[in-house]
């Protein structure tokens, strides 16, 4: 038999036994000197493998020999799960997309059986290639349902869900930043495992934030925990455990960063258009202080970042203020509210002589 005869037989029994054990094809080192038919498979080495999904150091195994290769794409040691997502207001229009982008396939979409929760479960279903459906007709086939519902309706759904079968080993998350998991406790009755998973993160309408670099606030069951570790990882997020005790000031905390800075925003505008500037003046007036101030608090932090005349002690210009600002619904009681924080924690001047001229107000 020629050389060349038997480097083809000896190269298809290799290929041979890595496809039956999806071992990585390997072994064919200076294929180039024994053979065209081994040269061949050496070259294309790489690519073979990655196709048949074989087992190399940086792709570890994920599923056992006799499961079927997938046809959903799957990052390196990132096994493939099934997600239900339960809600599709502005967290899980988000959500919904990055978890999708991240490997995971979301397969069902549920909403309350009202119209317009239908139309949006509809909407983001056929944006993730979903089904949707409602609370009561879900199929229960995926490893992860993810609850993301006003906190007011959590309990009410959490029980709702209990009273349907097939729990027993799901994973449960909702994302309130306030509850804890406890508020599960129905679904982990019947045997679900559970957690809270939080993103500390805004979500508004029209607006889709990445969830790179996002913190996600954890607690609940120890194997719920690990699988969010997971989940956040493949986002490229950030996670942390959180005391249950600790959630509800870890969510004013949210609060305080952006609703409510923005409350803040709206007063400031009512103030402007006392002032006599235009609505669309307002904005490109503000916009270059806004954008410095949070650039200075980010890099230098709150002490750094703080200016203006209670630092400097003016306690006449903020009385004149004060009496101009009587004039503007709400806004002297918001600006007493702020400067009373401020002397608090932020340097000042005067400090004795401004505490004093909020007493009278």
């Known amino acids: 038999m020629s050389d060349e005869a038997t480097d083809h037989n000896g190269t298809k029994e290799k290929l041979y036994s890595a496809y039956k054990t999806r071992k990585p094809l390997t072994d064919f080192s200076g294929a180039e000197d024994k053979g065209p038919a081994t040269g061949l498979v050496t070259r294309f080495l790489p690519m073979m493998n990655q196709r048949r999904g074989a087992v190399t150091s940086d792709h570890p195994i994920t599923r056992s020999p006799d499961e079927p290769i997938p046809h959903i794409t799957r990052s390196p040691g990132h096994p493939i799960r099934r997600i239900t997502l339960i809600g599709a207001g502005n967290l899980a229009s988000a959500l919904g997309p990055a978890l999708q982008g991240a490997g995971y396939r979301i397969d069902e979409v549920a909403g309350r059986n009202l119209p317009e929760s239908r139309r949006r479960a509809r909407a983001l279903a056929r944006k993730l290639k979903a089904k ?43 994302s309130s930043g306030a509850l804890t998991s406890d508020v599960l406790s129905p679904l982990k009755l019947e045997g679900a495992i559970v957690a809270s998973l939080h993103p500390m993160m805004t979500f508004v309408a ?49 609060s305080f960063s952006s609703p409510m800075l923005v409350a803040t925003l709206v007063t400031a505008e009512r103030v402007g258009l006392a002032a006599g500037l235009s609505q669309k003046q307002l ?21 750094a970042a703080f200016s203006g005349p209670v630092k400097r002690g003016d306690v006449n210009t903020i009385r004149g203020h004060f009496e101009h600002l009587d004039k503007v619904p709400a806004a002297s009681e918001v600006y007493r509210a702020l400067i009373k924080s401020a002397l608090m924690d932020l340097p000042s001047k005067n400090r004795k002589a401004l505490a004093d001229l909020l007493k009278n107000r």
């Not at 879900?138 to 906190?151: K, N, P």
């Not at 959490?158 to 998350?173: E, H, M, N, P």
């Not at 120890?222 to 005391?243: H, P």
Request: net charge positive; aromatic share 8%.
């Open 132 to 174: 949707a459906t409602i609370l009561e007709e879900l199929e229960f086939g995926s490893d992860i349902v993810w609850l993301c519902c006003t906190d007011d309706a959590l309990a009410d759904i959490a029980r709702r869900l209990a009273q349907r079968d097939r729990w027993k080993g799901k994973v449960v998350f909702h």
């Open 206 to 254: 029209g607006s889709a934030p990445s969830m790179e670099g996002v913190p996600f606030a954890v607690e609940g069951d120890r194997k719920a925990i690990a699988i969010a570790r997971q989940i956040a990882k493949a986002l490229k997020a950030d996670v942390f455990e959180i005391k249950k005790t600790a959630k509800v000031l870890y969510h004013a905390l949210g």
């Open 283 to 303: 904005r490109k007036i503000m916009a270059p202080i806004l954008r410095q101030t949070l650039q200075n608090y980010l890099q230098a932090g709150a002490a």
